[in-house]
C-alpha cells in the first residue's frame, strides 16, 4: 500500500499565483485532513472531511479552499497565494473518529 | 479550548540511555486520545504511541512508553536503550472526537541522541 501520497514535494510560487496541493490515500479512509506546519510549531488543522462531498474548517482556514469528490483524494486549492502561506503542508487521513491519523511526507510551498 | 504544552524544546541523551519527554494539557473533555508523533530530519510525521484517555494501563511499544497522569493532565513518553535513530522532533498530540477532527499538537521537543 502506498498509504498517503502528496504532491509535489517542493514548490515556489509567487505573490497571487494559484496552485492545487494534490492528496490521496488508498485505505478507503473515511476522513481527511490537511495541517501546515511553520517553524517551530506543531501542526494546525486548515480543513478537514468526513468522508466524500463533506468537508468543513479547521484552525486556519482563510485563504485555503477544499472538495473532496471522491474517497481517495483530497485536494487543498491556494487561490491567490500571500508569503503568510509559506509552509510545510501535510495531509492526513484515518478510519474512524477514534482511530489514529497518518500522514503523507508534506509539501514544502514557498510563497515570494 | 484545548491546549498543549510541551515545555522542553531541546533535549539530548547518549546512546542507549533512557529519556523522558513531558507534555502536559488542558481540556475540559473527558473523551480523547493522546498520541506521540516523530519527525525525523525527513520530515515524515511517524506515530510512535497511543493512549486510550479512558485506558489505566499506560501503553508500551518496544522501547517507547508513556506515563500518563489523567488528573495531573500529564502524557509523558519515556524512551529506553536510546538509538541514534530517535533523533528528530518529538510532538504529543490530542484527539478529542466530540471537539471536531482536529489533532491539537503541542510545540514539539527536540531530541538529539549523542554517540
Known amino acids: 500500500n502506498a498509504g498517503v501520497t502528496q504532491t509535489p514535494k517542493f514548490q515556489v510560487l509567487k505573490t497571487g499565483q494559484s496552485m492545487t496541493l494534490q492528496c490521496a490515500q488508498d485505505?478507503?479512509?473515511?476522513?481527511m485532513s490537511w495541517y501546515r506546519q511553520d517553524p517551530g510549531m506543531g501542526l494546525r488543522l486548515i480543513h478537514y472531511?468526513?468522508?466524500?462531498?463533506?468537508?468543513d474548517q479547521g484552525e486556519v482556514p482563510n485563504g485555503y479552499n477544499v472538495s473532496r469528490s471522491t474517497t481517495e483524494d483530497f485536494p487543498l486549492r491556494l487561490l491567490s497565494a500571500a508569503p503568510s502561506q509559506t509552509s510545510v503542508y501535510f495531509c492526513?487521513?484515518?478510519?474512524?473518529?477514534?482511530?489514529?491519523?497518518?500522514f503523507g511526507p508534506g509539501t514544502r510551498l514557498l510563497v515570494l | 479550548a484545548q491546549t498543549v504544552t510541551q515545555s522542553q524544546p531541546e533535549m539530548s541523551v547518549q546512546e542507549a540511555e533512557t529519556v523522558t519527554l513531558s507534555c502536559t494539557y488542558d481540556?475540559?473533555?473527558?473523551?480523547?486520545?493522546l498520541f506521540w508523533y516523530k519527525q525525523p530530519p525527513s520530515r515524515q510525521m511517524i506515530l510512535v504511541i497511543r493512549?486510550?484517555?479512558?485506558?489505566?494501563q499506560n501503553a508500551t511499544e518496544n522501547r517507547f512508553s508513556v506515563n500518563f497522569q489523567k488528573a495531573a493532565k500529564s502524557f509523558s513518553l519515556k524512551i529506553s536503550d536510546s538509538q541514534l535513530g530517535d533523533t528528530a522532533m518529538y510532538f504529543c498530540?490530542?484527539?478529542?472526537?466530540?471537539?471536531?477532527?482536529?489533532?491539537?499538537f503541542g510545540g514539539g521537543t527536540r531530541l538529539m541522541v549523542k554517540p
Open positions: 472531511s468526513v468522508g466524500a462531498g463533506i468537508t
Open positions: 481540556t475540559s473533555e473527558s473523551n480523547y486520545y
Open positions: 492526513a487521513s484515518h478510519r474512524g473518529v477514534q482511530s489514529t491519523q497518518y
Open positions: 485505505m478507503n479512509h473515511e476522513y
Open positions: 493512549q486510550e484517555a479512558y485506558k489505566q
Open positions: 498530540a490530542f484527539f478529542f472526537p466530540d471537539a471536531g477532527n482536529m489533532l491539537t
